[in-house]
């Protein structure tokens, strides 16, 4: 059965790479917001039999980027979906390399949405058989999806190849929060058997977002890799690499799966004492050092 790749226009790069690796055509999509607000998309062709009886993969990122914002990018995904299946696609197959809204699979306070679980619902009934997702904030919220295959591909193994390339020394991988502790060890056996986890106290205040770190850990002359699943601000990340600093790493490198990067992150990073920042092209982004394109196609096969 032919397989395409309709690459969306939030991951025009990944899609057009990861067609090239399989060796598969790739259609790109046609998008604009009309004069009210809603958004337009068309997958780019003239014959629509060009889609009917084939295995259709999706490759869409749903963040906030300077031109769009991640309501739109999941619109333009439902559009993606609802397109192919019109037009009689045997199989489809979505990759969301960045998904929106999947921090909010909590209760905090009285009043709030469980919105994570809501989206996925709305994704699971276009109909697709096969949901990709790159590491998820909280992957037990896809435990209720329908859809025949649903992965969550796992970067770190790609994240910690690329810093053992740099010549890392004497490793130690410091989780930012307590939440952070368990993915933190798991990346850490990446570089090695031996590697420590550290961690700092924290607390954010529920109502202002306001954070609060503390502690002192034993890290002179250590490489010091600072591991979580998403930089959204970079407050948690610049308040830990700061606590490092005072305690004597050699080298700092704040590390994350998605980048947003928002509200004058990179700057807070940087200054706090960070020697790089990297992410991975989940989201287009300087700091997107590490290409996901290996991982996403040895899931896919």
């Not at 469980?114 to 709305?122: T, Y």
């Not at 930012?176 to 205040?205: C, Q, T, Y």
Request: charged content about 25%; hydrophobic content about 45%; overall charge negative.
């Amino acid at each position: 059965m032919e397989k395409i790749i309709i690459v969306g226009p939030a991951s025009q790069i990944l899609g057009v790479r990861i067609a090239q690796e399989l060796g598969i055509k790739s259609i790109n999509t046609e998008t604009k917001s009309f004069p009210d607000g809603e958004t337009y998309l068309r997958i780019n062709i003239e014959d629509e039999t060009l889609i009917q009886d084939k295995e259709i993969i999706i490759v869409q990122s749903t963040g906030p980027e300077a031109n769009s914002n991640q309501n739109a990018r999941l619109f333009e995904l439902f559009m993606m979906i609802n397109a192919v299946k019109r037009m009689g696609a045997s199989k489809i197959s979505v990759i969301i390399p960045y998904l929106a809204y999947a921090r909010q699979d909590k209760i905090f306070r009285p009043g709030e949405s469980k919105f994570a679980e809501v989206l996925l619902g709305f994704i699971d009934a276009l109909g697709i058989d096969e949901l990709y997702v790159v590491d998820l904030h909280a992957p037990q919220v896809l435990e209720s999806l329908q859809c025949s295959k649903v992965i969550n591909i796992d970067s770190m193994k790609i994240l910690a190849d690329y810093l053992l390339s740099l010549g890392l020394e004497d490793i130690v991988v410091v989780a930012p929060d307590k939440g952070a502790i368990e993915r933190s060890a798991m990346f850490a056996r990446h570089f090695g058997e031996d590697v420590p986890v550290e961690v700092f106290e924290k607390h954010r205040d529920v109502k202002t977002g306001e954070i609060t770190m503390s502690g002192k850990l034993s890290l002179k002359n250590k490489d010091v890799v600072i591991a979580d699943d998403i930089i959204a601000t970079g407050g948690t990340m610049a308040n830990a690499i700061k606590l490092v600093k005072d305690s004597g790493a050699r080298k700092i490198y704040a590390v994350a799966t998605h980048g947003l990067l928002l509200q004058q992150a990179k700057y807070r990073i940087l200054n706090a004492g960070a020697d790089d920042i990297i992410t991975t092209d989940s989201l287009n982004n300087e700091t997107s050092k590490v290409s996901l394109v290996k991982a996403i196609i040895d899931y896919l096969k």
